[in-house]
C-alpha cells in the first residue's frame, strides 16, 4: 500500500480544466496536468483495503481489465513512475485512451468511496502514461521471434487493436483492415477530438507500426476484399467490427431533413475537422440553429460538445428516463458503479453558454414537425418507467403532458442495435437473437472454426475499457487456435 494514513491526511484532487466559455472556442483538450507533488498525494490515498474492489473486474464492480490499481498507486506515490509505467501496461494496452475517456468504474468500487470520496484514479492512470511518452520510456518493442501464422483482424477500434497488439507481440503476423480512411474505429470517428484527439490515437499507432503490425485503411470487407479471399489469406480472422447499427426512432416526420443519426454527426465533424479544420464544410453544421438531442448517454453529450462548438443558438437534450438522484439508490449500493446525477463536461459547457443545464427528462418523441421537407420541431409527451422484478421496462404515457418543441437539427442518439451482419453472412458466421455475433464452442469463437469476434459486436454496445478486455481475451483464443503458448 502508499501511506497508510493517506486516506485521512489528503482529500480528493481532480484535473484542473479550462473555463467553459473558453474551452468551446476550440476543439483542443482543456484540462490541465497535476503537479508531481499533487500525484504523489493522490496515490497516497490508496488504503490497504484487503479486498481491492478496484480491479474485480465483474459486468458490474471494478476494472474489467484487472488494472493493477494499488500498485501503480503506491508506485506514484513513492516516485516510481517507470515502475508504475511497467505495472500500468502488463493489464492495460492504451491507458492513454482509458485515461480519458472511460467513466471509471473503478472509481465507483473503490472503498475510500464508501464513506467519502475515491481515489482519483483515472487522473492518475493517465499521469502515468503521459510522464511514460514525455520522459521516452514508451518506444517500440517488436517480438524478438515471428511464428510462421498471419491474422487478419477486421475493425480499428480499441479490440481490434487489443487484439492486434497482443498477437503480433506473441510473433503472429498482424494485418489490421479499416474501412475508413483513418485507423482508430469509434475512438477516431465517434469520440469528439477534444476528448481524445486524433494524434494521441495515431501515437499509438505508429508504435504498433513500428512493433510490425500492419494496417490497412480504406478496405471494406466482403468489398474490397471478399470474405472467401480473407479466409483463404490468412491463418485466423478476428471479427472486430462494433455494433454500428444505429437504433432508430419510429414516428411520424422521421424522414424529414435535419434528422439525422447522432453518429453520422460527430463523424462528418471530426473528419472535416482532421481533413481541413472545417474550411471544406463538408459535415453537418449546427450554426444558427435550435439542436435537439434525443437520447440521454455519453453520444448525446458528445453532440452537445458538438454543437456548442458550432455555435448553435439551443441545445436541449431529451432523456426518456427521469433524472437521477444525487445519492446513491438502495439498491444501488457500493461497490456497484453508482447510477447518480452528474453534470458532465459537455452540461457544464452548455450551462456555460446557455444559462441552463440542457437536459429535459421523462420525454417520449411522438412525432416531427416540418415545414417544406426539413423538421421545424417536435412534439413529445412525459412519460412514467416502470421496472419489473425480470428487469423489463413499461413506460406509461401522462395524459395531457404533450409539448411541441421548436428545432431545426435533431440529433438521434439512442444507441445502437448490434452488429452489421452483412460481413457475418459472407463468412457464414452464425448471429445471435440479438444481433450481436453468436458464440461458437468457447467464448470469443464463433460459429466458423479460425474466426473470432471480439468487441461491441459480440457482447453489445459498451465501454472502451470492456472492448480492450475482449480484444486482450480474443486474441489468446486465437492464440491457442494457432498453437502458440505466449498468451493466456
Same mark, same amino acid.
Given at each position: 500500500?502508499?501511506?497508510?494514513?493517506?486516506?485521512?491526511?489528503?482529500?480528493?484532487?481532480?484535473?484542473?480544466?479550462?473555463?467553459?466559455?473558453?474551452?468551446?472556442?476550440?476543439?483542443?483538450?482543456?484540462?490541465?496536468?497535476?503537479?508531481?507533488?499533487?500525484?504523489?498525494?493522490?496515490?497516497?490515498?490508496?488504503?490497504?483495503?484487503?479486498?481491492?474492489?478496484?480491479?474485480?473486474?465483474?459486468?458490474?464492480?471494478?476494472?474489467?481489465?484487472?488494472?493493477?490499481?494499488?500498485?501503480?498507486?503506491?508506485?506514484?506515490?513513492?516516485?516510481?513512475?517507470?515502475?508504475?509505467?511497467?505495472?500500468?501496461?502488463?493489464?492495460?494496452?492504451?491507458?492513454?485512451?482509458?485515461?480519458?475517456?472511460?467513466?471509471?468504474?473503478?472509481?465507483?468500487?473503490?472503498?475510500?468511496?464508501?464513506?467519502?470520496?475515491?481515489?482519483?484514479?483515472?487522473?492518475?492512470?493517465?499521469?502515468?502514461?503521459?510522464?511514460?511518452?514525455?520522459?521516452?520510456?514508451?518506444?517500440?518493442?517488436?517480438?524478438?521471434?515471428?511464428?510462421?501464422?498471419?491474422?487478419?483482424?477486421?475493425?480499428?477500434?480499441?479490440?481490434?487493436?487489443?487484439?492486434?497488439?497482443? $498477437?503480433?507481440? /506473441? +510473433?503472429?503476423? !498482424?494485418? %489490421?483492415?479499416?474501412?475508413? @480512411?483513418?485507423?482508430?474505429?469509434?475512438? *477516431?470517428?465517434?469520440?469528439?477530438?477534444?476528448?481524445?484527439?486524433?494524434?494521441?490515437?495515431?501515437?499509438?499507432?505508429?508504435?504498433?507500426?513500428?512493433?510490425?503490425?500492419?494496417?490497412?485503411?480504406?478496405?471494406?470487407?466482403?468489398?474490397?476484399?471478399?470474405?472467401?479471399?480473407?479466409?483463404?489469406?490468412?491463418?485466423?480472422?478476428?471479427?472486430?467490427?462494433?455494433?454500428?447499427?444505429?437504433?432508430?426512432?419510429?414516428?411520424?416526420?422521421?424522414?424529414?431533413?435535419?434528422?439525422?443519426?447522432?453518429?453520422?454527426?460527430?463523424?462528418?465533424?471530426?473528419?472535416?475537422?482532421?481533413?481541413?479544420?472545417?474550411?471544406?464544410?463538408?459535415? $453537418?453544421?449546427? /450554426? +444558427?440553429?435550435? !439542436?435537439? %438531442?434525443?437520447?440521454?448517454? @455519453?453520444?448525446?453529450?458528445?453532440?452537445? *460538445?458538438?454543437?456548442?462548438?458550432?455555435?448553435?443558438?439551443?441545445?436541449?437534450?431529451?432523456?426518456?428516463?427521469?433524472?437521477?438522484?444525487?445519492?446513491?439508490?438502495?439498491?444501488?449500493?457500493?461497490?456497484?458503479?453508482?447510477?447518480?446525477?452528474?453534470?458532465?463536461?459537455?452540461?457544464?459547457?452548455?450551462?456555460?453558454?446557455?444559462?441552463?443545464?440542457?437536459?429535459?427528462?421523462?420525454?417520449?418523441?411522438?412525432?416531427?414537425?416540418?415545414?417544406?421537407?426539413?423538421?421545424?420541431?417536435?412534439?413529445?409527451?412525459?412519460?412514467?418507467?416502470?421496472?419489473?422484478?425480470?428487469?423489463?421496462?413499461?413506460?406509461?404515457?401522462?395524459?395531457?403532458?404533450?409539448?411541441?418543441?421548436?428545432?431545426?437539427? %435533431?440529433?438521434?442518439?439512442?444507441?445502437?442495435?448490434?452488429?452489421?451482419? *452483412?460481413?457475418?453472412?459472407?463468412?457464414?458466421?452464425?448471429?445471435?437473437?440479438?444481433?450481436?455475433?453468436?458464440?461458437?464452442?468457447?467464448?470469443?469463437?464463433?460459429?466458423?472454426?479460425?474466426?473470432?469476434?471480439?468487441?461491441?459486436?459480440?457482447?453489445?454496445?459498451?465501454?472502451?475499457?470492456?472492448?480492450?478486455?475482449?480484444?486482450?481475451?480474443?486474441?489468446?483464443?486465437?492464440?491457442?487456435?494457432?498453437?502458440?503458448?505466449?498468451?493466456?
Amino acid at each position: 500500500m502508499a501511506k497508510p494514513t493517506g486516506f485521512l491526511t489528503y482529500v480528493r484532487a481532480d484535473v484542473k480544466k479550462e473555463a467553459p466559455h473558453k474551452r468551446v472556442a476550440h476543439w483542443k483538450e482543456f484540462t490541465r496536468p497535476m503537479s508531481t507533488q499533487t500525484l504523489q498525494e493522490q496515490g497516497a490515498r490508496c488504503m490497504d483495503c484487503a479486498v481491492p474492489f478496484c480491479h474485480t473486474g465483474t459486468e458490474e464492480v471494478g476494472c474489467p481489465i484487472h488494472n493493477l490499481i494499488p500498485e501503480w498507486n503506491e508506485l506514484v506515490y513513492r516516485n516510481q513512475w517507470k515502475e508504475a509505467l511497467v505495472r500500468l501496461h502488463k493489464t492495460n494496452n492504451f491507458p492513454e485512451f482509458t485515461g480519458r475517456v472511460c467513466p471509471a468504474p473503478c472509481e465507483g468500487s473503490c472503498v475510500a468511496a464508501l464513506h467519502g470520496e475515491a481515489v482519483a484514479i483515472k487522473s492518475i492512470e493517465n499521469h502515468i502514461v503521459e510522464r511514460g511518452f514525455a520522459e521516452g520510456w514508451i518506444v517500440a518493442h517488436p517480438p524478438k521471434a515471428r511464428t510462421e501464422k498471419t491474422v487478419a483482424i477486421v475493425g480499428s477500434g480499441p479490440a481490434g487493436l487489443a487484439a492486434a497488439d497482443q $498477437l503480433n507481440q /506473441a +510473433g503472429h503476423t !498482424v494485418t %489490421v483492415f479499416e474501412r475508413d @480512411d483513418r485507423v482508430g474505429g469509434l475512438l *477516431t470517428y465517434g469520440i469528439p477530438d477534444v476528448k481524445l484527439p486524433f494524434s494521441i490515437i495515431e501515437r499509438r499507432i505508429n508504435l504498433l507500426r513500428e512493433e510490425g503490425i500492419s494496417f490497412e485503411t480504406g478496405v471494406d470487407i466482403g468489398s474490397d476484399i471478399s470474405a472467401a479471399v480473407l479466409r483463404e489469406s490468412f491463418d485466423a480472422v478476428i471479427l472486430a467490427t462494433g455494433a454500428t447499427k444505429p437504433r432508430d426512432l419510429s414516428c411520424e416526420g422521421r424522414t424529414l431533413d435535419g434528422v439525422h443519426f447522432a453518429m453520422d454527426f460527430l463523424r462528418a465533424n471530426t473528419k472535416s475537422l482532421l481533413d481541413s479544420n472545417h474550411q471544406d464544410e463538408q459535415f $453537418l453544421s449546427a /450554426a +444558427g440553429k435550435h !439542436v435537439i %438531442v434525443i437520447g440521454g448517454g @455519453d453520444t448525446g453529450a458528445d453532440c452537445i *460538445t458538438t454543437s456548442v462548438r458550432h455555435g448553435a443558438l439551443s441545445v436541449t437534450q431529451f432523456d426518456i428516463n427521469a433524472q437521477q438522484g444525487f445519492t446513491r439508490a438502495s439498491e444501488n449500493a457500493w461497490p456497484l458503479f453508482p447510477i447518480v446525477h452528474t453534470v458532465s463536461d459537455a452540461h457544464e459547457e452548455a450551462i456555460a453558454i446557455y444559462g441552463e443545464d440542457p437536459r429535459a427528462y421523462k420525454l417520449q418523441t411522438k412525432r416531427f414537425l416540418g415545414a417544406n421537407g426539413h423538421v421545424t420541431g417536435l412534439e413529445t409527451i412525459e412519460v412514467n418507467t416502470t421496472i419489473d422484478a425480470q428487469g423489463r421496462k413499461t413506460r406509461t404515457e401522462v395524459p395531457g403532458s404533450e409539448q411541441v418543441w421548436h428545432a431545426d437539427l %435533431v440529433l438521434l442518439a439512442l444507441g445502437f442495435e448490434g452488429a452489421d451482419a *452483412t460481413l457475418c453472412e459472407a463468412l457464414g458466421v452464425q448471429m445471435s437473437t440479438s444481433q450481436t455475433v453468436a458464440q461458437g464452442r468457447r467464448p470469443y469463437e464463433t460459429s466458423v472454426p479460425g474466426v473470432f469476434a471480439a468487441g461491441d459486436n459480440r457482447r453489445g454496445q459498451s465501454l472502451v475499457v470492456w472492448a480492450i478486455d475482449e480484444g486482450r481475451k480474443a486474441a489468446a483464443v486465437c492464440d491457442r487456435f494457432l498453437g502458440g503458448v505466449f498468451l493466456s
